[in-house]
């Protein structure tokens, strides 16, 4: 995909405003950056997007179990589900760009409509006994019970996420300790329409301190010890794995697994993907507009269109950075 120039349609105020930010916001910076007045809520030690990370392999080494790379790059380019193990219900067709498609990072997503069993599968390199997973997930208005994520051992679930599991617009993260006696950690007001991201640390231990972080307009982090020595993971599931009969459906993203590390969400805003704040994040998401789509996360207030309103949530986070013209 080429970068295209930008076009005589949008403003030229917009287009002042691009190059008139001539601004690089290092991660030097990062830890006294404020939070954008948009509602983001951003954690300064996370920003390096989907697709760098996937072409870099910054940060990840031997802690890397599995990576989504519903992008194909290349010529041509393609989305493609081909990274996972197997698939039940859906296919290529399933992953794709805008506007068929949501997507938070790069230019690729998975939609997952409802119906009959729809979902990913991976197996992993061994039989893990510790497991980090990181997604991001776009709920489309529905009230029924939905599995979304689950690990298990041998077809045997030991860690399940359930959205609407205990009411609407809930979000359950359910584990089984060595008696198989479930325990739920439940974040709530996870409304409909929006993007939120989800991290999941499991271990086995004698407790096991199990921990779920939910963020969308606000962050919610719940733990909770449980008894799962001996327990071990072999393969994880994303979708709709149990069906969903009637209504909506589901957009997947920047799906990640690590043995260890915590993962941590993508930088908001960060148009270009490279882990920086910068003029040429505004650049490249006027390129957007014009269908050249970014390989970063352009959708910057999350709520799964990517507009003029993202210009101006990433001009603000830009704008309120401290030593926004780099000086120390």
Not at 25 to 38: E, N
Not at 271 to 299: F, I, M, R, S, T
Not at 310 to 327: E, K
Request: glycine letters at 10%; a negative charge.
């Amino acid at each position: 995909m080429g970068s295209r120039s930008i076009r005589s349609r949008h403003s030229a105020a917009a287009a002042a405003l691009v190059f008139s930010v001539a601004i690089s916001f290092s991660p030097a910076h990062a830890a006294d950056a404020p939070t954008a007045s948009f509602g983001i809520v951003e954690d300064p030690f996370r920003r390096i997007s989907d697709t760098f990370q996937t072409l870099s392999g910054f940060g990840r080494g031997a802690d890397l179990l599995f990576a989504d790379n519903f992008e194909q790059f290349g010529d041509p380019f393609s989305c493609t589900l081909l990274n996972w193990s197997s698939s039940v219900g859906l296919t290529d067709l399933d992953a794709g760009t805008p506007p068929g498609n949501r997507r938070y990072s790069g230019p690729c997503g998975l939609r997952v409509q409802g119906g009959a069993d729809r979902y990913l599968t991976t197996f992993l390199p061994s039989l893990e006994p510790s497991l980090v997973v990181r997604f991001y997930f776009f709920p489309q208005l529905f009230t029924a019970p939905a599995l979304i994520y689950s690990a298990d051992d041998d077809g045997i679930n030991q860690i399940e996420l359930w959205y609407n599991l205990l009411g609407v617009d809930t979000l359950s993260l359910r584990v089984f300790d060595t008696s198989k006696s479930p325990f739920d950690l439940t974040a709530s007001n996870i409304a409909p329409d929006r993007w939120y991201s989800v991290e999941i640390t499991w271990a086995a231990g004698s407790p096991a301190d199990i921990r779920l972080e939910v963020v969308g307009d606000t962050a919610q982090v719940i733990t909770e010890p449980v008894e799962t020595t001996g327990l071990l993971i072999e393969a994880q599931n994303l979708g709709l794995i149990n069906g969903l009969t009637v209504g909506g459906g589901i957009d997947f993203d920047a799906f990640e697994s690590r043995r260890v590390l915590p993962i941590g969400r993508l930088l908001v805003g960060d148009v270009l993907g490279d882990g920086l704040y910068g003029a040429q994040d505004l650049v490249k998401l006027v390129n957007e507009l014009d269908g050249d789509l970014a390989l970063g996360q352009p959708d910057c207030n999350e709520d799964g269109v990517i507009d003029q309103s993202d210009f101006f949530c990433v001009l603000d986070i830009i704008a309120n950075q401290p030593n926004p013209f780099g000086s120390p």
